[in-house]
């Protein structure tokens, strides 16, 4: 008998799944990543992208799966598309970073849209999404995207096929079908977070979690994929990767206890996750230098993927959209030493033109830091150092910080951002509805009150 591929093994894994009995550590933290991710989607609101993919779904009304902030119903991937992008915009969302950067809750709006539509309990719903996170981090760990020029969602097409397929009750033979589509159709390029951002860096990940969505619905349907998807002659390994291992055997179960999840990191601020300990070590120094006229040096030390990502091209230092701006090293930290901190209106039109930023990144260099690339992805590290025109020198390092492993939020932390998220949209009764909802997720038969929760009032 011939050893099985790669998709079939994520295939057996996805089937033998358990739907119930997850240790409570790890239902706590889903109930953590939805409220996280609810926080993020009522940030989007009334946002230029979500905006456009509201108008394309109320092109297609189904009573099927609801859209955030409306009373629309859709299908499930044109939710899962709309939904998926307000959790994705404001790059608040959690992230993880492996030998890939990623972020595991791109795949929970889709879950969510599956999980309505398929009429799935709440413990379905959570196991749906261990199940994704733990196929997407699993890849990450695996085998780096973005140096070959392809973009990290191309994980979520095999993480929320298998999602899917399991919230839709697919066999084994079904499920690696679903996967086999998905990988091989629908290839993201990396030019997706390079120069200049558009809205599209914000899609790039709800399209992948839709194009999944729709992958499954097709195996459901009869139709096979292209196979061995990863192994083939022109398969993902050939034409992307190269090849790696994946130890399958060894993915999160109850008898291992090893659920990728709680390797997953969250935000304490809107913007890129590895330059947040950048924008502490700023914070920090903003509050030693009483006049930023005096500084004559800016100098980020980093990791080669920060260096290589983030300080890249011109657009970095002279950012004209809010995802360029979210993505640049130089920014942050400039719009760190003057404001103290990070928050939306930092990446607002007015704050991006500041001629006063604009003078702070023309004085700033980045460099990599062998020893910070070596820390690299266990830790997102990053030093800055201020010199004055007196040659005086300030110093911050930052190894870690707060939503890292080592410092995770709290429950009270995540309350926190939720309610200042939604303070703008939905009123204090909603917001404690919601709270109460997800608290008591797993119990949960359908989502109706949630959607009606989240409403703008």
């Known amino acids: 008998m011939s050893e099985m591929t790669i998709a079939q093994r994520i295939a057996r894994y996805t089937c033998e799944f358990t739907n119930d009995g997850l240790p409570e550590e790890i239902t706590a933290i889903v109930r953590r990543r939805v409220i996280d991710s609810l926080a993020c989607i009522l940030g989007a609101y009334g946002s230029?992208?979500?905006?456009?993919?509201?108008?394309?779904?109320?092109?297609?009304?189904?009573?099927?799966?609801?859209?955030?902030?409306?009373?629309?119903?859709t299908t499930p991937e044109l939710a899962a598309f709309t939904n998926g992008i307000m959790v994705r915009f404001l790059d608040y969302n959690d992230g993880y970073m492996g030998l890939e950067p990623g972020h595991p809750s791109d795949n929970i709006p889709a879950c969510l849209a599956l999980a309505e539509a398929e009429g799935a309990t709440g413990e379905e719903f959570i196991s749906a999404i261990v199940l994704a996170y733990e196929i997407q981090m699993r890849l990450q760990d695996a085998a780096s995207l973005n140096k070959c020029g392809w973009d990290h969602v191309n994980y979520i097409n095999v993480a929320m096929a298998a999602a899917a397929a399991k919230l839709m009750k697919l066999n084994q033979t079904k499920t690696e079908q679903a996967i086999n589509i998905a990988l091989s159709s629908h290839l993201a390029m990396r030019q997706v977070r390079s120069g200049t951002l558009s809205d599209w860096k914000g899609c790039s990940a709800a399209n992948a979690a839709r194009n999944?969505?729709?992958?499954?619905?097709?195996?459901?349907?009869?139709?096979t994929g292209p196979s061995p998807v990863f192994e083939g002659t022109m398969?993902?390994?050939?034409?992307?990767?190269?090849?790696?291992f994946l130890e399958v055997d060894s993915f999160g179960n109850n008898s291992n206890g090893d659920y990728a999840?709680?390797?997953?990191?969250?935000?304490?601020?809107?913007?890129?996750?590895?330059?947040?300990?950048?924008?502490?070590?700023?914070?920090?120094?903003?509050?030693?230098?009483?006049?930023?006229?005096?500084?004559?040096?800016?100098?980020?030390?980093?990791?080669?993927?920060?260096?290589?990502?983030?300080?890249?091209?011109?657009?970095?230092?002279?950012?004209?959209?809010?995802?360029?701006?979210?993505?640049?090293?130089?920014?942050?930290?400039?719009?760190?030493?003057?404001?103290?901190?990070?928050?939306?209106?930092?990446?607002?039109?007015?704050?991006?033109?500041?001629?006063?930023?604009?003078?702070?990144?023309?004085?700033?260099?980045?460099?990599?830091?062998?020893?910070?690339?070596?820390?690299?992805?266990?830790h997102l590290a990053n030093r800055v150092t201020i010199t004055l025109v007196s040659g005086e020198k300030f110093v911050s390092e930052m190894i870690s910080g707060p939503g890292s492993f080592e410092t995770p939020m709290t429950d009270s932390d995540f309350e926190r951002k939720f309610r200042q998220m939604a303070k703008p949209h939905i009123?204090?009764?909603?917001?404690?509805?919601?709270?109460?909802?997800?608290?008591?997720?797993?119990?949960?038969?359908d989502y109706v009150s949630l959607f009606n929760a989240m409403l703008v009032t």
């Open 261 to 378: 999840i709680k390797r997953s990191l969250t935000k304490t601020f809107p913007t890129n996750g590895e330059l947040h300990t950048a924008v502490w070590a700023a914070i920090e120094l903003s509050t030693q230098i009483s006049d930023l006229g005096k500084i004559k040096i800016i100098h980020i030390e980093t990791s080669e993927f920060n260096k290589r990502v983030l300080a890249d091209s011109h657009e970095k230092w002279r950012p004209k959209t809010r995802e360029t701006a979210d993505h640049s090293l130089p920014y942050n930290v400039a719009r760190a030493l003057l404001d103290s901190d990070i928050t939306l209106e930092s990446y607002s039109l007015n704050k991006i033109s500041d001629p006063l930023v604009m003078v702070l990144m023309d004085k700033t260099i980045v460099s990599e830091d062998i020893s910070l690339t070596k820390l690299f992805p266990q």
């Open 212 to 223: 999944a969505i729709f992958s499954a619905q097709l195996s459901r349907a009869g139709m």
């Open 235 to 244: 398969g993902f390994f050939k034409q992307v990767t190269g090849k790696f």
């Open 427 to 445: 009123n204090s009764a909603a917001q404690n509805r919601v709270l109460e909802f997800v608290a008591n997720l797993e119990n949960q038969t």
């Open 48 to 73: 230029a992208p979500v905006k456009s993919a509201i108008t394309l779904a109320s092109m297609v009304p189904v009573d099927s799966s609801s859209v955030f902030g409306t009373t629309l119903r």
